[in-house]
């Protein structure tokens, strides 16, 4: 049992290392982002500075980034996302048991309620043609929301409403007082002339003349790094693989020597032993099936990180790559120009 639980464990390091380095580059950015966001912040440029702490919200999701960018939010006059972050907030924080967060967003939460300005788009019965969507800003608003008065950000906001085989209609909403309620109703759209439905369902796609060359892709800018996400995979690959053939060797050394505390305590080929020498006995075949999933594993995914880093696209010309073995594992060496 013992030796199962090691074997899974030790499958679940090496799956566990390449995710982390997979993950480590957002986690990096994130926080790049979550920098300069406060100091944009600092400076009074919350305009530049909330789509930095947004961004880095998506990278690396956090209790902490979400207050930031509530914040930010508020003092850009963004009533409504602020109202909204903040109560996102609190549940990641209580989630996180951040409890003076939590209290820090349910404060400003409540403060900003009064403040909140909202829309209210109206969808009347003889306007619900098939297929009708109704967009606010570009993101579309679903039938539950009709009728409903939703906090949004004080300013003008695009109102889009399309139905196949209609014209669309598009007005502009202002809505800026607090605690008022802007509406908007949608009218019955316009039919089509049924010509213009034909024409636009049986025109065909173009075609060139027949024979003629297919049109190049756009071309990838010079010393674009389009082999380097699987150059990284591969060196990540690579260097998890060799920290799997240093554990196999590590549990082969510690079963050799399991091995040998065995042998006064059992015949010379092991297979009568006292109780002592039947434990020595199973720890040193644990250890052993440990040190041959190890090296498996490693030597599977050096080889993997190898196919990876040689087969990857490469714009500019690069430097020979070696795979150097000592005792203590192995080395992949070699760089880029």
């Given amino acids: 049992m013992k030796t199962v639980h090691a074997a899974t464990l030790l499958s679940l390091l090496l799956s566990t290392g390449v995710a982390a380095a997979q993950k480590a580059p957002s986690q990096a950015a994130a926080q790049a982002l979550f920098e300069e966001g406060r100091r944009l912040m600092t400076a009074g440029r919350y305009g530049d500075a909330c789509p930095k702490l947004a961004e880095s919200q998506r990278l690396d999701p956090g209790a902490g980034t979400l207050l930031n960018l509530a914040a930010c939010y508020e003092k850009n006059g963004q009533t409504a996302s602020a109202w909204a972050t903040y109560k996102e907030t609190i549940s990641e924080a209580e989630k996180s048991n951040r409890r003076e967060w939590a209290a820090k967003a349910r ?48 300013g003008s906001h695009n109102i889009e409403a399309s139905a196949p085989g209609y014209k669309p209609w598009t007005t502009v909403a202002q809505a800026v007082r607090a605690k008022e309620t802007a509406t908007v109703s949608i009218p019955q759209l316009e039919r089509l002339p049924p010509a213009t439905q034909a024409v636009a369902t049986a025109t065909p796609p173009a075609r060139g003349p027949v024979g003629a060359a297919p049109l190049p892709g756009p071309e990838t800018p010079d010393g674009a790094p ?88 490469r714009n500019r010309e690069a430097s020979a790559l070696t795979l150097n073995f000592s005792p203590r594992g192995a080395l992949l060496s070699g760089g880029f120009q």
């Fill in 107 to 154: 404060q400003r939460a409540l403060a900003l309620e009064p403040t909140l300005v909202k829309l209210s788009i109206v969808v009347p019965p003889s306007a619900r043609s098939a297929g009708l969507v109704i967009k606010r800003d570009g993101s579309e608003v679903g039938a539950g929301e009709w009728g409903v008065a939703i906090p949004v950000d004080p």
């Fill in 226 to 313: 389009s082999g380097s996400t699987q150059r990284t995979l591969g060196f990540v690959a690579g260097g998890v693989g060799v920290a799997g053939l240093a554990v196999g060797a590590i549990f082969g050394l510690q079963a050799m020597s399991a091995r040998k505390d065995a042998e006064p305590d059992c015949s010379s080929d092991l297979a009568r032993c006292n109780q002592k020498g039947l434990d020595a006995v199973d720890d040193a075949k644990g250890k052993a099936l440990i040190s041959t999933v190890g090296f498996a594993a490693g030597g599977a995914l050096v080889a993997t990180g190898l196919v990876l880093v040689l087969t990857a696209p």
